[in-house]
């Protein structure tokens, strides 16, 4: 079993909340989904082998927008959600995750949680820590992805 906190969209503003860092502590692994340059390298220099990301549309980056990343034999694609119009429909992050062959697409940019089962493929967005106040907690347990979004208080 492996534990992973998925967050997005913290735009400059990585709360200081003492739960969260204690999940990040106990997490087997962090996704940061964009929109936190600055956000993604404080992770990055706190927790150089635990963390996965991609920048987003405010990050000013044009690399490392997508990443294919496996965990316990699950494929998660991890994704802002920009480059597929998501603010719209999912329809098409749905198709690149189909194209991918991955189980899981995770995604930002609308700061509003969700989760989505289409068929074997699931859609994951974890809100966003600065506006929804959300974050995604995930365990993945012998080749499923069990899925809650936390709210933070």
């Known amino acids: 079993m492996k534990n992973i906190i998925v967050i997005s969209d913290t735009h ?3 709360p200081d909340n003492e739960i ?3 999940a990040f502590d106990n997490a087997d692994y962090i996704f ?3 929109d936190g340059a600055k956000e993604i390298a404080k992770l990055k220099a706190a927790y150089p082998d635990k963390l996965k990301y991609v920048y987003g549309n405010a990050d000013g980056m044009s690399t490392n927008q997508e990443e294919v990343v496996e965990v316990e034999g699950v494929k998660f694609f991890l994704a802002h959600g920009h480059n597929y119009r998501v603010k719209s429909s999912d329809i098409d992050l749905q198709m690149r995750g189909l194209e991918l062959g991955v189980d899981c697409c995770l995604f930002g940019h609308v700061h509003r949680p969700s989760i989505t089962q289409y068929g074997n493929l699931k859609l994951i967005n974890p809100g966003s820590l600065t506006y929804a106040k959300t974050y995604c907690y995930m365990s993945v347990v012998n080749g499923k992805v ?3 979004t936390v709210e933070l208080r």
């Open 12 to 14: 400059n503003r990585l």
């Open 20 to 22: 969260l860092w204690e």
């Open 32 to 34: 940061h989904l964009g």
């Open 146 to 148: 069990l899925a809650k």
